[in-house]
């Protein structure tokens, strides 16, 4: 089945620096891609929904300007997180939906960032 | 909005024993549901999911799941669970196939010897 890859899958940075994940989508064309947000033994809550080539839709609550999301290719979005805090220390997946995927969504395997 | 509720947090059973998690959604039109399992530490599998038709959903894992709309609930079932089932379970929901999904709180199964 198709595939979504995450790196890196362990992250650590300094408090107030930034870090960048990326999510590919390693054979299809992910028109959509999705990230969410998994604080420990939490939900997953949907952070935003990205479209290549145009900005990202972000939900309620989601600072737009701290969670850079980028979409720039059909196999490829990041998530920037800027000036991060420890707060920020949790587990992030992204899933990717497109034409070829037969419009079934794929989840990465997730990341893991703990600020310190 | 779609929302998801599973009513229970944790649920514990013996190995061998049957299992039913339950799962109840909230969505105007008729919905795309999903399970997922996810163990400690590692991303999500898909266990099944329902678009339309068959009301009884077979997945992997022998997991099965019964979409009942009059009752507004897609229960995950299994007739004999092994331990290698302990994990947490997620019901969700979604607009359309490849819209996105938002995800219950979780069930965390838990599998006695």
């Known amino acids: 089945g198709a595939v979504v890859s995450q790196h890196p899958s362990r992250v650590i940075c300094k408090s107030g620096t930034s870090v960048k994940i990326e999510c590919r989508s390693l054979?299809?064309?992910?028109?959509?891609m999705f990230w969410y947000r998994q604080f420990p033994k939490q939900s997953l809550m949907l952070m935003a929904t990205s479209n290549e080539g145009s900005k990202a839709t972000y939900e309620q609550g989601v600072e737009k300007d701290k969670f850079l999301i980028n979409h720039a290719s059909l196999t490829l979005s990041t998530l920037t997180v800027t000036s991060a805090h420890p707060e920020d220390s949790s587990f992030y997946i992204c899933?990717?939906?497109?034409?070829?995927?037969?419009?079934?969504?794929?989840f990465g395997e997730g990341s893991w960032l703990t600020v310190v | 909005a779609q929302s998801v509720t599973q009513p229970d947090i944790h649920i514990t059973v013996s190995e061998g024993a049957s299992l039913e998690l339950r799962c109840n959604y909230s969505?105007?039109?008729?919905?795309?549901l999903f399970w997922y399992v996810q163990s400690p530490g590692q991303g999500l599998q898909l266990l099944l999911k329902y678009f339309s038709g068959d009301t009884l959903v077979q997945g992997i894992k022998g997991f099965e799941a019964e979409f009942k709309r009059s009752q507004s609930s897609f229960n995950l079932r299994k007739p004999s669970v092994h331990w290698s089932d302990a994990a947490e379970y997620f019901c969700a929901v979604g607009l359309n196939r490849d819209d996105k999904i938002i995800f219950g709180k979780g069930t965390r199964l838990h599998i006695l010897p």
């Open positions: 899933s990717a939906t497109g034409t070829a995927s037969g419009n079934t969504i794929y």
């Open positions: 054979d299809f064309q992910a028109t959509t």
């Open positions: 969505y105007g039109a008729t919905p795309y």
